[in-house]
């Protein structure tokens, strides 16, 4: 709508007309309070808060309600106004206890903000406040009714939020009461939004609640560790005997890529870091073959040299870097991948290299590769006016996506097409859906070009389409749709996987036959002057490493933040006697193979990006720090160091060879220049001082990865920047490897290993499948 | 938890009349949830009160969920969750009926009938309420007795109308 101009406390402002006025306000840096209004929720006008003056009108108006208009008068501080606000909190603290030294909310309740700001410490009211006992509703939530204030903002949270309605008022007046859904307990997908929008401590998290001081923490902003979308969460810590513990994960800035939104898995599923399971020491077998703890010098010498031998025994059956097998992570940073895959192929000299395989991203990829501007980011999702999701479950799965979906429904009136062969809960918001048996996704292309059902009309009758598809796309089928896409034009893509950096680890080349940016081992192109004997022939995949150990003719097997064992199935008898090294969190069906373990730390004690299922990257920050555990990407370096290898020709850090060494001395195009001082010079970015610091290989990647053009001020600065995988050079040779696709399809409650450590996580699954069990008996 | 479509004709707790009404009313309005109130006061007229199953039955029937129903339901004094007695004895102690003497027979059926506000006797014959204006100022004080008036009331009427309403119920227990 067009702009109007209208005028606040003396100042002009303009504004689309129907702005709203608490909205335009804010825009143009005028706080008014309010208690009720959210942003993006329905209007309440409950709370009275944000009452202003207009000119001309004869009683105070509410400002989250008001639309500006041309030429409006307005005063939002005032005597009066102030007067009323004051008011309004001495009815809200009619019955609200000044309890604040110990309610859990203090220091972060916006209430105690206010009360201090107006200065309703008196009360006009001398009737005794009535007290009611806390309760708890699930093992996620407490509430505690004196302290609600009737604000309904978790009640809207609730219901167009999270489309799950589990939360209302009941009675009337000064008996009002939030209710859920279960008469005394919460029927719901225990997301904690409802906690999150609270502004008082009537909410309370099962997690954290009487655990510290709101202001006793440091708070840090990073990436959720457990699914594929990748959602900032901010964790707050504080020091504790043996590091930094974290004590809270909350989506408390609301900055990131996710908005508003947390689901249960980033805002109580952190507590795996503190499992009294974590390894905090390296582990050698000893001469009895039992794990020993033992120093890092020790365990580090043990792998190096172990490792040297084998790489350097070309005489033997296993020996040689083809009789080394490595296998990467979908949870570890770009930067640890990109080392780990450097180390296989550089230092080992193998390319017999892979990871668990969630996704078939290498296959998406190669569908787009050469096609600009084609993958959707996981903001689009947001605002894209048409949206064809094909397979997957977003709501279980993809809890920001689904998030994201209803939101563009309810307040963009997207319109959303769901295929899918079973019923899922976004069809609540679907314009349409159709239903396809399970092995139906093969003909959905040719459904909708026929155009013979209301659905593939409606759908073919959109201008652009963002179409988002699941696992159940792999292979051939997914580039058949890929291409069907390009062919009709307008349409972007996002592709659902598992874990926090899969796509990370496939972009990376932790794969047997593909380099960084998937770029073919045959075709190194520019990796074949960077990586010094680099091989290339394509190397075995997971299943083919197992293949060769149980001929026999596996020697060394590095496992790092995998579990092979367990989801490849793995019999130790099998392994005949290959050396294994794992670096994992916990002890896993892997580490009880292993002849060196090395404890790791998690995504939440380390530095680096990771990219989630759509592409975005974003800067992973140390927020806690678990005693005895080292990042990956320290133990990987420390690991090449032991085995004698120059560092800086894994990690470019520090000045290069020959100081400033341009190419002047031996001339550039003799090849030997330093090429990343070249680079670093050109983009204005000084050299990283440690081999530790894993932004040295982000340079690195920048560098050598065409589709990793990151937006750096924006990364720093904690935004989500995209790739473009439209940079991936068309590759003439097909990977094989969808067959190896294995979705984990993690749930609301579920998160692979860390999931299992995670007691808060165990007791919220449990709680649902006993819902689920009474559902059913009903 | 998604409210879904079934057949209520076969399970449906309420009386065919009762069921065939709903099935009207639910059709009625151009968004169905319009139809709720009346319903829930009909269902409340045939069962008695608000029992689980009606509010189940309700929230099917219009394709909400169960907690949107008691959103609303206790909202309303008028609506209850208990049983009442046989016969509901309202009082209105507003100021018409207030300034002709309400409370003394309001004070009056309690001395009689042992009970209080919103109290049923033992034998579930009677149940008692103080309520709001009930639209018979002109004739204050006045009760209501399930749907019927009685009006310009002293305490000293209050006897009758309880045995009356007594023979009325043990009447009711003979022929059945």
């Not at chain 1, 064809?388 to 479950?393: D, E, S, T």
């Not at chain 1, 085995?643 to 100081?659: E, N, Q, R, S, Y």
């Not at chain 2, 209520?8 to 151009?30: G, H, N």
Request: charged share 20%; hydrophobic share 40%; glycine share 10%.
């Amino acid at each position: 709508m067009a702009d109007v101009t209208f005028t606040v406390d003396g100042k002009k402002l303009m504004a689309p007309a129907g702005t709203l006025l608490i909205d335009a306000c804010r825009k143009a840096g005028i706080e008014i309070p309010a208690f009720c209004y959210y942003p993006g929720l329905s209007l309440q006008a409950a709370c009275r808060m944000c009452v202003v003056r207009q000119e001309k009108v004869p009683k105070l108006q509410t400002a989250c309600t008001t639309t500006v208009a041309e030429g409006q008068v307005f005063v939002t501080e005032s005597p009066e106004i102030a007067q009323a606000r004051k008011a309004t909190i001495q009815l809200l603290l009619g019955n609200h206890p000044l309890d604040c030294p110990v309610c859990d909310a203090g220091g972060e309740c916006e209430l105690q903000d206010m009360t201090f700001k107006y200065g309703a410490g008196e009360s006009l009211y001398v009737e005794a406040k009535q007290h009611r006992e806390e309760q708890q509703w699930s093992p996620a939530v407490y509430f505690d009714r004196p302290r609600c204030i009737l604000c309904y903002r978790c009640v809207r949270m609730c219901g167009e939020g999270m489309d799950v309605y589990a939360l209302g008022i009941q009675n009337r007046g000064v008996t009002s009461v939030i209710a859920p859904n279960g008469g005394d307990h919460l029927d719901c997908e225990q997301c904690g939004m409802c906690i999150d929008a609270c502004p008082v401590g009537a909410l309370t998290s099962g997690s954290y609640r009487y655990k510290t001081r709101p202001w006793e923490m440091n708070h840090v902003s990073t990436v959720c560790t457990h699914c594929g979308d990748g959602c900032k969460v901010t964790l707050g810590v504080k020091q504790s005997n043996d590091g930094t513990e974290i004590v809270r994960a909350d989506n408390r800035d609301k900055s990131g890529i996710n908005g508003d939104f947390l689901c249960a898995k980033g805002r109580f599923g952190f507590d795996f870091v503190e499992s009294s399971e974590r390894l905090t020491k390296p582990l050698v077998r000893n001469a009895a073959g039992k794990l020993e703890p033992t120093t890092w010098e020790h365990a580090l010498r043990v792998a190096g040299t172990k490792l040297k031998e084998i790489r350097d025994n070309q005489s033997g059956k296993t020996g040689g870097g083809d009789a080394i097998g490595v296998i990467g992570s979908n949870r570890t940073t770009n930067e640890e991948n990109y080392l780990l895959q450097k180390f296989a192929r550089t230092v080992l000299g193998t390319n017999n290299i892979d990871h668990d395989r969630s996704t078939d991203y290498v296959s998406f990829v190669q569908a787009l590769a050469g096609h600009e501007g084609k993958i959707a980011t996981l903001r689009e999702t947001a605002s894209a006016p048409a949206i064809l999701l094909i397979g997957g479950n977003p709501t279980e799965e993809h809890p920001l996506l689904a998030w994201n979906l209803r939101t563009n429904v309810r307040l963009n009136h997207a319109r959303l097409y769901v295929v899918n062969h079973e019923t899922i809960k976004l069809e609540r918001q679907a314009k349409a859906a159709q239903g396809v048996p399970p092995n139906g996704y093969k003909d959905v292309t040719t459904l909708l070009d026929q155009q013979q059902s209301e659905f593939a009309k409606a759908v073919m009758a959109e201008d652009s389409l963002l179409i988002i598809f699941g696992q159940e796309f792999r292979g051939a089928q997914l580039k058949s749709l890929v291409a069907w896409g390009l062919n009709r034009g307008n349409v972007r893509f996002a592709y659902l996987g598992d874990h926090s950096n899969s796509r990370g680890a496939a972009d990376m080349g932790l794969l047997p036959d593909l380099l960084p940016g998937y770029v073919p081992v045959g075709e190194a192109g520019a990796f074949a002057q960077e990586y010094s004997g680099l091989p290339v022939k394509a190397g075995k995949s997971q299943a083919q490493i197992f293949d060769a150990a149980r001929e026999g003719k596996l020697g060394a097997l590095l496992v790092v933040g995998a579990n092979p064992a367990k989801r490849a199935g793995v019999d130790p008898a099998n392994l005949n006697g290959a050396f294994v090294i794992v670096l994992d969190l916990f002890p896993t069906e892997t580490t009880a193979l292993a002849d060196v373990v090395f404890p790791a730390a998690s995504l939440y004690e380390k530095t680096g990006t990771v990219t989630n299922t759509f592409g975005d990257v974003q800067l992973v920050k140390k927020a806690a720090d678990h005693a005895g555990t080292k990042p990956d990407f320290e133990i990987l370096v420390r690991l090449a160091g032991s085995m004698g290898v120059d560092v800086k020709t894994l990690v470019p850090f520090g000045k290069g060879g020959a100081v400033g060494d341009f190419g002047q001395s031996r001339g550039a195009q003799a090849g030997e220049a330093d090429r990343h001082a070249v680079w670093l010079t050109a983009n204005g970015l000084e050299p990283k001082v440690s081999p530790f610091d894993p932004l040295a290989v982000l340079d690195e990647i920048e560098r050598l990865v065409p589709a990793y053009k990151l937006d750096r001020l924006n990364l720093f600065a904690g935004n989500d920047v995209s790739t473009e995988p439209g940079f991936v050079p068309v590759s003439a040779i097909a990977s094989a490897g969808s067959e190896m696709i294995a979705p984990a399809h993690d749930g609301l409650f579920t998160s692979g290993e860390l999931g299992r450590h995670s007691a808060y996580l165990s007791e919220l699954n449990q709680y649902e499948s006993r819902e689920l069990a009474e559902t059913a008996a009903d | 938890m998604s409210p879904k479509e079934s057949n209520t004709e076969t399970m449906s707790i309420f009386s065919p009349q009762l069921s065939a009404r709903f099935d009207v009313l639910v059709a009625k309005y151009p968004v169905k949830r319009s139809a709720l109130i009346p319903m829930l006061l009909y269902a409340q007229d045939e069962i008695g009160y608000l029992s689980d199953a009606v509010i189940a039955e309700v929230a099917e029937r219009i394709g909400i969920t169960q907690l949107d129903v008691r959103n609303v339901a206790t909202y309303y004094s008028m609506l209850r969750f208990k049983p009442a007695g046989k016969f509901n004895i309202q009082v209105c102690t507003n100021i018409s009926c207030m300034l002709r003497g309400a409370y003394e027979l309001y004070e009056r059926f309690q001395d009689e009938l042992h009970i209080g506000h919103k109290g049923v006797t033992s034998d579930g014959v009677f149940s008692l309420e103080e309520v709001e204006c009930i639209g018979v100022c002109c004739w204050a004080p006045a009760i209501q007795v399930n749907y019927a008036f009685h009006d310009e009331l002293t305490p000293n009427d209050v006897p009758k109308i309880i045995s009356e309403y007594k023979s009325k119920a043990n009447g009711s227990v003979k022929n059945a």
